[in-house]
């Protein structure tokens, strides 16, 4: 902390302000600054950091000073951190609030976060080192060179204004736009009323609705993202979009379901296939539906729900008897087979070679061991 | 108009029918889905003109994004069921939330090793931040709450388990009862438990502490230190891995042995 200086706050010639952020600490080293928290400001030529409440307290240091700076990642009760290492202070280094100090680095705690923009800026500005190419002097009121009267001393008081003036800006832009979401919302609503009075007719019949009718109504709901509400699903099976969709999928999942010996979890197909678009991605519920028309496609994959819960796509050509005839052939060959043995043998999920396991149990072909030590599998010799 | 295949009694039926309803002032089903239909263009375009005004609030701003979400939720509509909804095409909202389910899937997977699939939304938060990089969008915990309600319909026992005022997110379908979870609560302060802490604050008898104890062993949420001074120690690697140990990027904990 013995590299800043006190400052009276002016930014100089050529010194343009690139980013600050409120709620900053400044440590000395590993130890918090005798200072409260503050503004952190970052020029083209310098660090600058200014009390909150008082604004006559304010220092700041040469970005020549910085060797190097990282980022220390927040903790449990502690925020954000840039650690800043430096160089020894010059010689003809001004006063600032502190003579000297045992540490040769310095950190930003960013209590109100904007660590990362921060930390991108700072090291724009080491990169580009623009001070070097346009030293910054103080401001002449004559003016310097050719340019005499056009460049203006800049206050920090006068950037602050801008500053102000565009957060003012930006919390208009954010009413009007709530505003506007409410207005939105409203028109909303009337679609949310409409598709309710419509479900309710073609509960109580009142109306000949055809089976097309009927798909265009759904897809209405799943574009607005109401739910059907005379079957109480989300909206989707049915719709030709997920068919579309189950289409895709069967093509896209063979080659991946082989490698992985016919199975996947669908959470695992969810981050496959979203990996895979990059963008208009699909929600966990259009996948879901997807694979529901699987059956009635007559494509080769099957959704499955285990017992637990845990859902799974299949290959078709993977039957239950040739699961269970391997899990139990495995678990023979070795004695004995914990979840994590099989899936090690097999290439499979943990999550996956236990449901295998359970539902082999199930067909009375193994039993359990079930103790602490985990759960381990036996040929059902009873 | 003719309708081929109908009969004239049937169009004659149909008439008397529809007579009678608009008699009563009652809109027909059908005429009200093209009424919808009309109303859903419109609607369309106001929200596409909302998004070329205000898309960038919600990618920017998380406060934004939740209160988006609240209301949607009070009008009953849900902007995250499909990516193919308007909200989710127009605003982008889905991707964002998609994409971060992806993520947190991610980060779960590569931890469950360590902690049996239980995680603090903290340590959540924390790794899926650093896995986004520096330059990707800020992401709330109200963000990842969201995505992981819409991951539960995958039937992957995602869930969320309230602790110490967060929250534990719970990755695998394991089985946590009320008794579980108020076990998992006490274990907060400090990272891990013992039969005599369960019997002091709950006053439990010593088999109902054990068998909660054996049950979060055998799932894989807790371990067992049977060295420590005094009585054995039940560790909870959810809940002490800030705390102690040296930080772990999913690639290395994917390379570890399970």
Known sequence: MDRFSWTNGLLEINETLVIQQTGVRLYDGDDKAKLDVGIALLSTHRLIWRDSKNHDCCISMPLSQIIFFEEQAAGIGKSAKIVIHLHPASANKEQGPYQNSKFSF?????????????????????IHKRWESTPASQPIPTGVGSQAGRTRAVGIVGIERKIEERRKETDKNISEAFEDLSKLMVKAKEMVELSKSIANKIKDKQGDITEDETIRFKSYLLSMGIANPVTRETHGSGTHYHMQLAKQLGDMLQAPLEERGGMMALSEVYCLVNRARGMELLSPEDLLNACKMFESLKLPLRLRVFDSGVMVVQLQSHSEEEMIASALDNVTD???????????LLGLSVLLSKERLLLAEKMGHLCRDDSVEGLRFYPNLF | MHRRGVGAGAIAKK??????????GTVLAEDQIVQMSKQLDMFKSHLEEFASKHKQEIRKSSQFRVQFQEMC????VDPLASGKGFWSE???????????GVQIIEVCLALKHRNGGLITLDELHHRVLKGRGKYAQDVSQDDLVRAIKKLKVMGNGFGMIPVGGSYLVQSVPAELNMDH???????????????SEIKDSLKWENERASHVLDHLLKEGLAWLDSQASGEPQYWLPALFSELTSRDVTPEEANQMSP
């Open chain 2, 181 to 195: 979870t108020v076990v998992l609560q006490l274990a907060e302060k400090k990272g891990y438990v013992t039969v």
């Open chain 1, 334 to 344: 070795k004695g004995s087979l914990t979840a994590e043995e099989f899936a090690k």
């Open chain 1, 106 to 126: 310095i950190k930003l705690s960013f209590k109100e976060h904007g660590q990362i923009e921060f930390f991108r800026r700072l090291n724009e500005e080491m």
């Open chain 2, 90 to 100: 127009m605003l982008g909202v889905g991707d964002f939330y998609y994409e971060l």
């Open chain 2, 15 to 24: 008439k008397l029918a529809e007579a009678k309803y608009k008699e009563r």
């Open chain 2, 73 to 76: 939720a009070t009008i009953g």
